[in-house]
């Protein structure tokens, strides 16, 4: 008896584990946390729930995996803008630029999971807002510590609202996904993001002047 019940706890997966957690993301990311329910994810991963809990554990445990497989695979464009440009402006018009194509991928859901995946929620549901909160405001944290760089350096001047200018960043970016959700297209979200990076100051290495494009490279 002890042997059967090893070799049943030993059978491997009758379904690939990535796969199946590409479709939760893409149901959460489209419908939001508290509107997919364990029936719908069983349904749309092609599997049983015992096997769900075996492979995933509970719902949250499952939708954080899902976040880490979207930042991961699709939302790593904001932080690799700010780690490889050589400006804070500079990596805000490659993210926005960049917001404008993941945001609007064919074959995906639109917008961005971290933004949309929990909005509306019940208090039920409260850790797992917090926990989307959290990111967004580690992008705007990393994103205002590369503007007190830029103004340390003297590329932005000495005056600048290092924390008003990276929420600014942020906004537009928030409101990217929520227009792209809408049905904008990717063009428009690009000519969003030109007339955005428009109001961003220019910096020392940009001339000194004021405005600039989305499309600086």
Known sequence: MATKQRAQRGRPRSFDRETALEKAMRAFWEHGYEAVSIADLTETMGIKAPSLYAAFGDKRTLFEEAVEAYVRDIGAFSGRALAEEPTARRAVARMLREAAAFHTLPGYPRGCMIITAATNCTVQSEEVVRSLQERRAQTVELLEERIRDDIRSGELPGGTDAHGLATY????????????????????????????????????SDGGGEGGSAREE
Not at 184 to 189: F, K, Q, S, V
Not at 191 to 203: D, F, K
């Open 169 to 204: 960043g942020a906004t537009v970016l928030q409101g990217m996904s929520q227009q792209a959700r809408d049905g904008a297209d990717r063009t428009t979200l690009e000519r969003v993001a030109e007339l955005a990076m428009a109001a961003w100051p220019a910096g020392r």
